[in-house]
């Protein structure tokens, strides 16, 4: 299925942190009514109910979610609806459910309709043993967490719909992601949007990892462009799937903290890690090498820490200025 047909579109997991943005700039870019938001139980915020059309949908059942696809003539899916890795710690049976039965669903779908998919993986792929530095693209898969196995499994998944079924499908490996409109859920990376947030309400943060946490991050408007450009990239072009590497910057807690305290010099922050968060982050990389995805479909992302801690301070500041943090 070529880029140029593709018009009208489906989002699931629509109300998280990256779906209800996405969901916003796929509108922008295709029309309101051509981009249908899906989420399960939580209400939609007024931005994302009013701009387009919305529904509730259980990813776990796929009569509902086909006849969500059918209804509103769905020509692909960006498939954001996923437990993350400490909800996936504390719910296994729930992550594995969302996240393999989900996309086995959304899979089975595509494949009987032509459809599309995005699938985002994770950082959570990796594990101890694979290398922390300048991760390669092809390397060791054997994570630890739940969330991670879920990954790795969902990876393979769509490798095997392209190949045998022929499914377009289409993801990247996404590092921890930043962002000042839906805050995220369960994830071990929310330390480092959780600090934003409190450095302006509170000039306190307590932050659940040790300050040499380094972990490979990007910054929303980035994950956006990685999402939508793979998406619309020319599919010869592509070598791979839904595995793609892709960073935009690696820094330590206390990297963090000092570089908002450039902007909140009374910022403070203690350091008390939570055990099952630190173990997960000390068995993921630090560094990622994302130079297939530079070279296969020219992925390039535009903010590094400073650009991105002067982005998110001017806007949750004017939001608290306003009343509205
Ligand atoms: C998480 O921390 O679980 C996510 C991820 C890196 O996939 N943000």
Not at 8 to 14: E, P, S, Y
């Amino acid at each position: 299925m070529s880029s140029a047909r593709i018009r009208r579109m489906l989002v699931t997991g629509a109300v998280g942190q990256i779906g209800s943005e996405l969901t916003i700039a796929l509108r922008e870019q295709h029309g309101p009514q051509n981009v249908v938001a899906a989420g399960h139980r939580t209400a939609p915020s007024p931005a994302l109910r009013d701009s387009g059309p919305f529904e509730f949908v259980d990813v776990t059942q796929k009569d509902d979610l086909e006849a969500l696809a059918i209804k509103h003539e769905i020509q692909a899916i960006y498939h954001m609806a996923a437990i993350l890795s400490a909800v996936g710690e504390a719910r296994p049976h729930l992550c594995w459910d969302v996240n393999v039965n989900g996309l086995y669903n959304v899979l089975e779908i595509a494949r009987e309709h032509n459809l599309r998919v995005f699938c985002p993986s994770s950082i959570a792929v990796f594990g101890p043993e694979t290398p922390a530095d300048n991760t390669p693209q092809e390397t060791v898969l054997r994570p630890r967490t739940m969330y991670g196995i879920t990954k790795v499994g969902g990876e393979l998944l769509c490798d095997y719909y392209a190949r045998r079924f022929d499914v377009d499908v289409r993801g990247v490996r996404y590092p921890g992601i930043i962002s000042n409109v839906t805050p995220p859920g369960g994830g071990t990376t929310d330390y480092a949007v959780e600090i934003y947030y409190e450095a302006i309400r509170h000039r306190r943060y307590e932050c659940f990892v040790r300050e040499d946490t380094v972990l490979p991050m990007m910054y929303m408007p980035d994950c956006i462009k990685a999402t939508i450009d793979l998406m619309e990239a020319d599919a010869k072009r592509l070598k791979h799937r839904a595995d793609y590497n892709v960073t935009a910057m690696s820094f330590s807690a206390g990297e963090l903290a000092a570089e908002i305290k450039k902007h909140v010099p009374e910022f403070v922050v203690t350091y008390r890690p939570d055990p099952v968060r630190q173990a997960i982050a000390d068995s993921w990389p630090q560094t990622i090498d994302d130079s297939v995805a530079r070279a296969e479909w020219g992925w390039q992302p535009s903010y590094d820490l400073a650009a991105m801690t002067s982005d998110m301070i001017a806007e949750l500041g004017k939001r608290h200025a306003e009343g509205n943090l």
